[in-house]
T-cell receptor
Framework: EDKVVQSPLSLVVHEGDTVTLNCSYE??????LLWYKQEKKAPTFLFML????IEKKSGRLSSILDKKELFSILNITATQTGDSAIYLC??????????????FGQGTILTVHP | NAGVTQTPKFQVLKTGQSMTLQCAQD?????MSWYRQDPGMGLRLIHY???????DQGEVPNGYNVSRSTTEDFPLRLLSAAPSQTSVYFC??????????????FGNGTRLTVT
């Protein structure tokens, strides 16, 4: 069964700290791994990773994928209170009518205190 | 360009009632899906569709039906609501691309309470 596991489930830090969020996956016929940020409403897209070892970066956020060890990390440097959110990791796999099916982990709740 | 539109935003049902959650997208996305979100459970896939006339089950399909008669619309039907279906429901869509695929675009969710 396809599975995505995130850790930690929750994290409390102070502004300026650096955080690393983890995502491991067990999916057959892996296609890509996606990270989303969810504040009050809909999840918003952060990164999509398909190749091992290539870092994707957007401002203070960065992410990398290791397809050999089946995990990804999301780093946030110099955290701000606006980074407080649920961070969701999802793995997409291929196969038959499951084309594009995206399985998510439980999410990591990040709280950044001033 | 409205993106993914879900209605209603909030709904309260009594046990045994039926209802349909609406989802429409105007991005010409082939792929559409429904998730439910419960505390500590992340997003769990209910049903999905890779194109008009094609649907399939996700992880938690029991108690829900879907159909996809047009590219734009993907309604989710609750046949006989149960308290266990109290949740926040998200509809999401994407292009159907080769390789890694394309990111999902989410609607703003429907908060459903079943009493």
């Amino acid at each position: 069964e396809d599975k995505v596991v995130q850790s930690p489930l929750s994290l409390v830090v102070h502004e300026g700290d650096t955080v690393t969020l983890n995502c491991s996956y067990e999916v057959t016929n892996f296609r890509s791994l996606l990270w989303y940020k969810q504040e009050k409403k809909a999840p918003t897209f952060l990164f999509m990773l398909t190749s091992s070892g290539i870092e994707k970066k957007s401002g203070r956020l960065s992410s990398i994928l290791d397809k050999k060890e089946l995990f990804s990390i999301l780093n946030i440097t110099a955290t701000q209170t606006g980074d407080s959110a649920i961070y969701l990791c999802g793995a997409r796999f291929r196969g038959g009518t499951s084309y594009g099916k995206l399985t998510f982990g439980q999410g990591t709740i990040l709280t950044v205190h001033p | 360009n409205a993106g993914v539109t879900q209605t209603p935003k909030f709904q309260v049902l009594k046990t045994g009632q039926s209802m349909t959650l609406q989802c429409a997208q105007d991005m010409n996305h082939e792929y559409m899906s429904w998730y439910r979100q419960d505390p500590g459970m992340g997003l769990r896939l209910i049903h999905y569709s890779v194109g008009a006339g094609i649907t399939d089950q996700g992880e938690v399909p029991n108690g829900y039906n879907v159909s996809r008669s047009t590219t734009e619309d993907f309604p989710l039907r609750l046949l006989s609501a149960a308290p266990s279906q109290t949740s926040v429901y998200f509809c999401a869509s994407s292009y159907r691309r080769q390789g890694g695929g394309s990111p999902l675009h989410f609607g703003n969710g429907t908060r459903l309470t079943v009493t």
